[in-house]
């Protein structure tokens, strides 16, 4: 950590700063300069947060060289994490995973007939919401429990793994016992609350990104769910909030190396809500498998004008197929298995 | 509701569509354009997603004329909400509200220091963290249940009633009996799970808006919170992400005029949220209230180096005390009290 | 063109709004509503402002339906046009254009031995600036003409064609005789004037995408070239800024099918200016022909420490032709030719 | 300048690294840590580039201590700058300026007219665009030298001096002899050959903010123009672009604080444009007073809905008078003449 004080801070000052870090355990060297002064801190600054440097008069401004996350840093664990979920890998060479169903669970005949479909058309994973974080309180908030029962039975019926998001802590018993992958929504991202929680989980965590979180916080929001145990998480893109209304989102491929580089944790890329519209979904897989991508969730219905949420988003099942069709083609083209 | 259709959509299906609307009781006019068909839609759209509207291929977009939301509607409830929080007012021409203390609760006796330094400065209302959500789990994380005891201790001492953040559905109970306005934090304005639960309190909620969310999206959370039961919803702007970096965030002071053209809620500003530097917080707090708000949210801390969180943003109480001078000036110059 | 008026709107002013835009030539329809009124436009609304339409202060809000561009629209003109430069061509089914070479030219020998480089690693056109627009005014800002005349000898040297940043008006006669493709960069793709000079030209312009412009201002831009009498513009998704700082600008990939489905005209890629980093340079690359793109540019240099300008994003020559050589095996994947 | 490089880097390289800085007179001081080694630099670094920097794949990052501008830099001028437009003057503790008038100059008659309304409003400058930045090539582009000559005229009658943009070098001469204060807009903020330019011309200089710029590169481009030699530089705050709608731009009134504390220049506030709709513009006017800013510039239409352009934000004459009557209350809240 780097810390630049103002010019004419006292000698006293400087002393004391070099001593409250030196009783912290970490080695201070000062570096005089023309303006400012510049102290360089080494050892574990992780536990010292920068707004409260900056909260000294004379600090203008601090800088962190290390990265603020341990457990998901690739620093300190080189090698790829990959997780195995009912047999089924996600992560380092592992073929490329496809999480694939409707946006929300609309009943067992629905929910069975859909399973079929995803997994003729490529899927390896089956996906569908029981419980719905809406923006409005007018709108379908998802079957809950009801839901999470039929996915176990389109499960049955196709040996899918089952990915669905928990939104409350109160469901977690109920996610333990019947659901594969615990995804944590966009919103939720540092709802640090359900964060703690699912650390304590024995499932593998899909962590999607926050509409505006940076890339390091949400890492951070990783680090989280692993100080509390859990080292399963996959990581989620799923498009940022720019200005840009074209698409819903503006979907962040380059999220794709810059995580790969920063961490050793899986990243699957979701086109669907990145791009909130079914007409650019398929070229947005196409390059988010291009780009390193170490798996896809994608929306399907197969009558996205009378799905009970997200229609403007879902591919049709022969889309679909068409679309994982493309994306193994250029998997093969980079080296990779899907 | 506007929706156009591509140039071309068959007859059939323009048919379909307004008998589909129909059926949800709307009465529609169809418009015949050059290059598209143009359908609106009247009567209560509330409950009508875009999106799914959208699903349909032959629709270009989507135009809602009237806003989601009925309950905090100003169209509706043309008078000023104000909200009576033991006998102090917020709202309408309420004097403005100044909520001040440190972000963390630090103990008992800090906290009785600080509620009377801040009342003596200004302050009608104790704020104090007891419950904190961090970036890091290796950042400090709240006194819990003892903080909140603590700031009860303060309100005894002073008068002053007390503002805190919830961030679990499980400590409702502990807020519903000691707290006296139930902050919602900015990362969980759209924790819908969240915001059901605190609809069903008797306790007005102080809900900040997100780092990235419009302004539509905060008010669809209000009436999330006002659905369930609870009409007694404060809004906060607390700045929201950009991309400028001098300031931790960009405070979006015209918020305040356009949350009063839609709604009838109070609206409050965090100057020190907003901008992350104390150096920055007068001049925010002066701004807030000649631009109309109807209260402050400032954190004072009598040593900001040695706050447990967010020193860099904390005014020492001297600062404070004249800050608040200051915008009273400029508070009676508008013809509002303070 | 959408219409919404407040409730209570006079019957005189609702009058008088349909008598004034009948009189531009449109056909009005309205329709009354609980709470808006809402006018439907039908006939040509490119030349009415949504800003001045909301002047009246009845109106609530302005939809447009139709885009508010003509030349560049699909819709007009549904064939992908095709830019022929020298005979090389881009756009529709050509192949994957690839241009690439030094952020700055610096000089003669320099540039003919980077000429015969990237030629060799797979480059199509050559690319590099004399003129170079800088942040600092202190930094390097160009070899200028004499840059301009070592591009030509690279040209003669490899017969690749060049491209080159137009910056001022001044220069347009020098680059109409030495220059084959004339970039508008992404500071001035709203540079009106500098637009409505380049719309008079005879050479092909690249026009780079602003970084905080929505893609339909970008069409606009494209427009401005082609109401001045220059059909041929080629649009450069160059990243846009966000919050994000892991990369310097976010690449928006999704601009890609947007743009394709919106107008006829090509559109590259710049994975270079995007990431602003080398490390993410080939991935972007090979996720922009993934998407679809017409071309790509990129920046190579010999001796990335010692470029003149931007040495963090230069790809080595090595890299490069490895790089293109992953992109054409995507392309051949995907059915294009590279 | 800190430089940090990435664990491993040979000893080799980093004497290289030390020898390269010393060698453009800076002196160099390494500090090993755990994972990261770090330089600090001292001298002047004003001309080093971050970019280049980190093309040496062994840097891991570069954070800039001192500002990448001097003579706009209140470090070394710590005293206020003030400007004298003849006799008026504008920053320090002048009176707040009020720049006022319609958003295009349209005729002289209707210029005089305009010229006398906003002078009885309170203002003590006359805008208007004779030159016009418009985003579509269909819409009015502004009357040229007559809108200038129509300005002189208003300027004769009124004794107010003139405020107008320019757009093209190729006015220079023009708005040298007839103008007063040369507005630069936000779209050309980065047009540097336009800064370079009017750096050399005698007028004071009306510098907008970009859309997407931060006030780094705001204060790097009024740098551009000091280089060039003019140091008569107001800056004004117009608005930036982010993800909300509700308003055209987010003004970021805590630019006021932050170019006080970083540069000398004087800082003027523009709500008419940072809104896009007139019925935010007083209470943001007001609130600008109130933050700091130097002074006010307002668009005003005697018929808004008739305007050429943007009559969305413009006020009309009688409620301008309102907003600079009530903005004076404040200013004499905080102690400023206006």
């Not at 603020?68 to 664990?77: D, E, G, I, Q, T």
Request: net charge negative.
């Amino acid at each position: 950590m780097i810390i630049s004080t103002k010019k004419g801070t006292p000698q006293a000052e400087l002393d004391r700063i070099i001593d409250s870090f030196e009783k912290q355990g970490l080695s201070v060297t000062l570096i005089r300069g023309t303006d400012y002064n510049v102290f360089g801190l080494v050892g574990d600054t992780t536990k010292i947060a920068e707004k409260d440097v900056l909260a000294n008069p004379w600090v203008e401004n601090v800088t962190r060289v290390s990265a603020p996350y341990k457990r998901a840093n690739r620093l300190f664990h080189p090698e790829d994490t990959i997780i195995d979920v009912n047999g089924t890998k996600i992560g380092g060479q592992s073929p490329i995973a496809v999480m694939a169903g409707p946006c929300s669970v609309e009943g067992e005949e629905h929910m069975i007939k859909m399973a079929k479909l995803v997994k003729a058309g490529g899927a390896n994973f089956l996906r569908g919401g029981a419980y719905k974080p809406r923006t409005s309180p007018y709108s379908f908030q998802g079957l809950g429990t009801e839901g999470i029962l039929d996915l176990v039975k389109a499960r049955e019926a196709t040996g899918l793994p089952i990915v669905s998001e928990l939104m409350d802590e109160a469901h977690i018993d109920e996610f333990e016992e019947y659901v594969d992958v615990v995804q944590i929504g966009a919103r939720n991202m540092q709802n640090f609350q359900l964060l703690k929680a699912v650390g304590k989980m024995h499932k593998p965590v899909l962590l999607k990104r926050g509409l505006a979180n940076t890339i390091e916080e949400w890492i951070m929001s990783a680090e989280y769910i692993m100080a509390g145990g859990n080292e399963n998480v996959i990581l989620c893109e799923r498009g940022i909030r720019t200005f840009e209304r074209a698409t819903r989102n503006t979907l962040d491929l380059s999220a794709v190396p810059v995580v790969k580089e920063k961490t050793h944790l899986p990243i699957i890329v979701d086109p669907s809500h990145a791009t909130g519209d079914y007409k650019y979904v398929e070229s947005m897989a196409i390059a988010a498998v291009a780009a390193g991508a170490d798996g896809l969730e994608i929306e399907v219905h197969d009558n996205p004008q009378c799905a009970w949420s997200d229609g403007a988003q879902c591919l049709k099942p022969d889309k679909f197929a068409e679309t994982i069709a493309m994306c193994r083609k250029v998997a093969a083209a980079i080296g990779r298995e899907m």
